[in-house]
């Protein structure tokens, strides 16, 4: 063996060395190892979820977040960064650096639509971060929320070249959706899923979970490569619902917002001003139309809504907290100032949990209506595993200060979202504020910028599209330095909005609130046609200086309309160029959308024991039709119990099972009820097929969060066994577990009953999902034989 150097080269150049008959006569040369510039700095991108603008102490919230407080304070605080206004597209313009609409993300994948704007599949030419850093050297992990791959692409058949691994991350765990219960998470290792390792008693949580990945994949890397940069996307759940944490961290914060959201938010103002982050001259947004003033609430409505920011104020000061520790080990291996880490949010606060706040946010997604009543019976259990839970949209607005409005909204309190820019190394300048305007697909090109690393022109062979976003480097040695990014059209849902040059223009759909809105007819999830549309244009467009107004508080709409036409215009040129249309409302029936499947067999599936269960947005959809299991089963000579079929989780969902010998199914509507049906006989032992079917009766209400109402029937080899009426059923969603075939998968839809995973004892054969509204045939009055003895 030689102790010789060895003579590298480029992959792709021609051999240097010597190839003669034998070894002998002949020189070796190596291709080089992909390796980055020596020095590269680490570069770790921390996306918070649906957290205001005034919630993290760092931006003068309550909200104790001391690792962000300490990136901060050694490094600079933007004032002026902004995202989409929700979460998928978000993510999709920081990872790309392009406009969501033009890379088909207009809003979450669950309500993909077939236009280019709304499909959610993400092609190629639009090449992320990831990507180009991995092909310049880098090490790529992310761990947390997805929610980048089209539901069509979302089951284990794949393709799985739109999960994380496929666009350009080498290791990945986390969850696929939207959200996840953080006691008992939908996880994905890599490309296939997993259970927690642990549960909530034996102190289970998912940041405590996702915390120690991200620490395991940066070891795992380093120890065989030290001087190796990586790149961390870190993206925790927090602080979307659910919000759930443990008791220790709810009681903290017990008391401390007893003064309310109106005494919040003057707080917070104040706070925000003494930082810097507003000028002096500015005021706070008024309190929103919807929002009731604290003072005008009932005591028991205090109590309750106080109880809600405890919640979520500890679970943001806990996930904070996990954070610290992956920062933590960082700065333990030396290489903290030579890590850039970015702190951003989403979008702004959400609004999701409406009037009174939610113990069960499934409930918003079936326009189930909450109240303060239901609510109060689940005080003491608030973020604890028993609730999904959602604070009152007054927090929301509290959260935004001192921006109006919220997520899913263009106002600035759903664009407008904290920034932390961290990196010692590379930067002289501790402790500042910025107030350059920059976007979230400025990140991809400020990151390539920083690291130095041009942006590709050709990826895997693809060539690359435009990058619409612009890095904002020059900004962090001079506090001085102009904006690059001069204008920024906004749409979501129906609302838009232009900034061009410290002008802002804004036309919100439904309306400025939904009290607003609905004095002219409109609600939040209304169709958006051509002349409501038009309407839109001729009346609802509103015009701020943000130069002297950064709060949009005073309409100049009046004062100058052909400022306002010039925006108005822009918005459209603005539209038309980045691919914004058709626009499309947020109606429920977006969840409802038929869509493709990479099977031809949408209507019927068939499942075989113990498969790996599927993302609930890719799980079979029996809302508001006929639908059936049947499953070919056997019983052994002892007995066997278990689930046949189950999906969702506590929080919403249904099962098809075996116990005590007999045949059950549970609906569970949004955690408010559970509808039973059992067979009137025990199984004998042996071979059986055995069949649950839902007979629609009548028509959905949706205004009352209601499918139709039906039979819920259960039969054993032909024969109808079991009979209930059910007198409303599930909409739109079951809770954010998917289907799984066997077992419960995570969580169990009916915890008095049964825990996770219950597996069935006996044999399936196979069982068959069937969507198509096949039923069979019964006779009417053994039905109702059977119904009367449930």
């Known amino acids: ?265 003057e707080q917070v103002f104040a706070r925000q001003q003494a930082l810097g982050l507003l000028p002096q001259h500015c005021q706070p947004a008024e309190r929103d139309p919807d929002v009731p003033a604290w003072d005008s609430l009932s005591d028991d409505a205090q109590r309750m809504y106080a109880r809600q920011m405890e919640v979520y104020a500890g679970f943001i000061e806990q996930t904070d907290h996990h954070l610290g520790r992956v920062i933590d080990f960082i700065d333990g291996l030396g290489e903290l100032d030579n890590t850039i880490v970015v702190v951003i949010s989403d979008n702004g606060a959400s609004a999701e949990g409406g009037l009174h706040g939610t113990f069960n946010e499934v409930l918003f997604f079936n326009g189930v209506h909450e109240t303060l009543e239901d609510n109060l019976e689940h005080f003491d259990a608030w973020g604890n595993p028993d609730t999904y839970a959602h604070y009152s949209w007054g927090w929301t607005s509290a959260g935004n200060t001192p921006f109006r409005r919220w997520k899913r909204e263009t106002y600035r309190g759903g664009v407008t979202d904290p920034c932390i820019v961290h990196w010692p190394k590379g930067i002289d300048a501790s402790g500042e504020v910025r107030h350059q305007w920059a976007h979230v697909t400025d990140l991809m090109p400020t990151i390539l910028d920083a690291v130095g690393v041009a942006r590709p022109t050709v990826l895997r062979g693809v060539p690359q599209s435009d990058v619409h976003g612009v890095s904002f480097t020059h900004t962090f040695d001079d506090p001085a330095a102009p904006s690059h990014h001069t204008t920024q059209y906004f749409e979501m849902f129906g609302s838009r909005s232009i900034y061009h040059e410290g002008w802002k223009a804004n036309c919100p759909f439904p309306g400025p609130s939904f009290a607003e809105a609905a004095e002219k007819g409109r609600f939040f999830g209304m169709s958006l046609d051509e002349a409501t549309l038009d309407d839109l244009d001729a009346t609802g467009w509103e015009l701020y200086d943000l130069r002297t107004d950064p709060t949009e508080t005073r309409n100049l709409a009046a004062e100058h309309p052909e400022q306002l036409a010039e925006m108005v215009l822009r918005w459209y040129h603005e539209a038309e160029t980045y691919g914004v249309f058709p626009l499309a409302a947020a109606g429920a029936s977006r969840l409802r959308e038929r869509r493709p499947s990479v099977g031809t067999h949408a209507d019927r599936q068939v499942w075989y024991p113990d498969t790996a269960p599927v993302y609930f947005g890719a799980s079979p959809r029996p809302y508001n039709r006929p639908w059936s299991l049947t499953a070919d089963i056997e019983i052994p000579d002892d007995g066997a119990e278990g689930i046949l079929a189950h999906h969702g989780n506590r929080h919403g969902g249904y099962a098809f099972f075996v116990q005590d010998g007999h045949l059950h199914h549970v609906l569970n509507y949004v955690n408010k009820a559970r509808f039973r049906v059992s067979s009137s006989a025990p199984l004998a032992p042996g071979r059986h097929t055995v069949r649950y079917e839902f007979e629609p009766t009548g028509q959905p209400n949706f205004g009352k969060g209601w499918g139709p109402p039906g039979n819920s029937l259960l039969y054993v080899d032909g024969a109808l066994v079991g009979a209930a009426a059910l007198p409303y059923s599930t909409p739109n969603r079951f809770g954010p577990v998917g289907f799984s075939c066997g077992y419960a998968a995570f969580d169990s839809c009916d915890p008095a009953r049964f825990a996770a995973p219950f597996r069935f004892t006996g044999t399936i054969e196979q069982l068959v999902v069937d969507l198509s509204g096949d039923l069979l045939q019964h006779d009417e009055a053994e039905m109702r034989r059977l119904m009367a003895d449930q």
Not at 91 to 103: E, K, P, Q, Y
Not at 164 to 171: A, H, I
Not at 238 to 265: C, K, L, M, N, T
């Open 1 to 265: 063996m030689s102790n010789t150097p060895w003579v590298e080269y480029a992959p792709g150049d021609e051999f240097p060395g010597t190839i003669g008959r034998t070894l002998e006569t002949s020189t070796a040369a190596w291709p080089a190892p992909l390796r980055t510039a020596p020095g590269s700095p680490n570069v770790v991108v921390v996306v918070w979820d649906d957290v205001g603008f005034g919630q993290f102490s760092a931006y003068g919230g309550l909200c104790e977040t001391p690792t962000l407080d300490r990136l901060a304070d050694r490094g600079l605080r933007y004032a002026n960064f902004h995202t989409t206004a929700l979460c998928t597209p978000t993510r999709g313009c920081l990872l790309t650096g392009r406009n969501h609409h033009s890379i088909g993300v207009s809003a979450i994948t669950e309500t993909s639509l077939g236009y280019p704007a709304h499909h959610c599949f993400i092609g190629f030419e639009h090449g992320s971060l990831s990507e180009a850093l991995l092909a310049a050297g880098y090490n790529t992990f992310a761990v947390g929320k997805w929610h980048l791959t089209p539901p069509t692409e979302s089951t284990t058949a794949g393709p799985f070249h739109r999960w994380p691994l496929g666009r350009g991350f080498e290791r990945f765990y986390g969850f696929m959706g939207g959200s996840t219960d953080q006691w008992f998470p939908d996880l994905t290792y890599d490309n296939h899923s997993v259970r927690p390792p642990s549960t909530p008693e034996e102190g289970y949580h998912l940041n405590i979970d996702l915390a120690d990945r991200a620490i395991q994949f940066i070891k795992d890397a380093h120890v065989h490569a030290p001087d190796k940069p990586f790149f961390l996307y870190y993206a925790p759940g927090a602080g979307h619902s659910p919000h759930q944490v443990e008791q220790e961290w709810i009681d903290r914060y017990r008391g401390r917002f007893d003064a309310g959201w109106d005494a919040y938010r």
